[in-house]
């Protein structure tokens, strides 16, 4: 495979790698209000790296944008203000649900919806093809998996409930409890 191949390759995992870990650094700024957190994820992730990438990447830049029409400007500012909007319901969403159960079910709705709503829109005769029925497929699966997803994360708010409304209950790392629980010496 030549480099250029491999580049791309390496590009993609690295785009994967960072999709799945942007959220990290909210576990870190727990003592923070969720507002301040995310607006020092999205001035740094969607204003400065961008518009500096940009800068570094494309020659030529004022000229890109004096030749563009006022139309594609205006339907570009449009897209990225519904991304951010996007983005910042997603926080929201992390925020409350926690980074496990919230990126299952919000990424999984993204992917699944963003999956689906470009093949029924712009090319609705392929929903009859075997891509289509596989598309169609892959996205029940991801709506099963995000459903099973959401029942553990209820199962799960209600152990924690329960384990608030018991006294003298203790949980599975206490000391106290379970296999931790120091044996006699014989």
Known sequence: MTPEIWLAVGGVFLAGLLQGLFAVPMKYTQQWSFENTWLAYSLSGMVALPWLLTALTVPHLSQAYAASSAKTL??????????????????????????????????????????LIPLLVLTPQQINTPQGRTCL??????LAGIAISARAGVLRDAARKQMREAPGRTSFRSPRAGFFRRRPRR
Do not use: K
């Open 137 to 142: 497929m892959g996205t029940a699966i991801m």
């Open 74 to 115: 205006m339907s570009i500012a449009g897209f990225g203000m519904c991304w951010g909007i996007g983005s910042t319901l997603t926080g929201i969403g992390l925020s409350m649900l926690g980074l496990g159960l919230g990126m299952a079910i919000i990424l999984g709705l993204c992917a699944s919806v963003g999956s």
